[in-house]
């Protein structure tokens, strides 16, 4: 019985000694250089790997089947359709036969189009889209198109639409900065705008026009 004990006891301190052994080596081994940090119970689930979406990757090399694009022919959910007219000469005519898919913005959706267009266009058309940016005014890109003027005034939403897209003379493309959705929101602010600017130089146009039939049958009485 005695010597059953101590042989047992024996085994504890065998079981214990290597036990606590075990722990300091994996302690010491772990502390042992900062540049080669311990090991890491499932990594891939500690540290994952975050992409930009549509950004190029190796993930198809290392067998991880990812689809890195839109399934082709498909279409977000809530996004408009493609816009699929060519950019040239041909397609730029025949956007003017494009509508604008968009309901009446409201005054929320207005001021949120006016955000985008202050981001985006403001810097080169101006605030008051008379050309007068601050890097047109500053000399930095030349032939800033002046959209108070009429032939932008009359121009087709369509044409505008095409034109924000694919880029018309010295502005780029639009494509990647705007949504679909907010090219056309950013259309509907613009020409709110042209009309509010058209009113204003009619106004001004009776005024001056009051006035100087008034100035002629004052003359015309004396």
């Known amino acids: 019985m005695v010597g059953n004990y101590f042989w047992n006891m024996k085994k504890i301190k065998i079981l214990f000694t290597l036990?606590?052994?075990?722990?300091?080596?994996?302690?010491?081994?772990?502390?042992?250089?900062?540049r080669e940090p311990g090991k890491t119970?499932?990594?891939?689930?500690?540290?994952?790997?975050?992409?930009?979406?549509?950004?190029?990757?190796?993930?198809?090399?290392?067998?991880?089947?990812?689809?890195q694009y839109?399934?082709?022919?498909?279409?977000?959910?809530?996004?408009?359709?493609?816009?699929?007219?060519?950019?040239?000469?041909?397609?730029?005519?025949?956007?003017?036969?494009?509508?604008?898919?968009?309901p009446p913005l409201d005054s929320t959706q207005m001021a949120e189009a006016q955000r985008l267009f202050n981001i985006n266009c403001a810097i080169c058309h101006g605030p008051k889209l008379?050309?007068?940016?601050?890097?047109?005014?500053?000399?930095?890109?030349?032939?800033?198109?002046?959209?108070?003027?009429?032939?932008?005034?009359e121009m087709p939403v369509g044409t505008m639409f095409h034109s924000i897209t694919y880029g018309k003379n010295n502005m780029g493309s639009y494509a990647s900065q705007l949504t679909r959705e907010q090219r056309w929101m950013v259309?509907?602010?613009?020409?709110?705008?042209?009309?509010q600017l058209g009113a204003a130089v009619d106004s001004t146009k009776s005024a001056d026009s009051g006035s100087a039939m008034t100035k002629d049958s004052s003359m015309a009485k004396k």
């Open 70 to 102: 839109p399934v082709e022919g498909t279409i977000r959910r809530g996004d408009l359709l493609p816009y699929t007219l060519p950019n040239d000469s041909a397609g730029y005519k025949m956007s003017a036969d494009i509508e604008d898919p968009l």
């Open 19 to 34: 036990i606590l052994t075990a722990s300091f080596v994996t302690v010491f081994q772990s502390c042992d250089s900062k």
């Open 130 to 153: 008379d050309a007068q940016g601050p890097l047109a005014t500053g000399g930095k890109i030349g032939g800033i198109a002046n959209l108070t003027l009429r032939q932008y005034v």
């Open 187 to 195: 259309i509907q602010y613009v020409k709110s705008q042209q009309l």
């Open 41 to 67: 119970y499932m990594p891939d689930m500690a540290y994952s790997r975050a992409y930009q979406a549509y950004a190029p990757n190796d993930l198809q090399t290392e067998g991880i089947n990812y689809v």
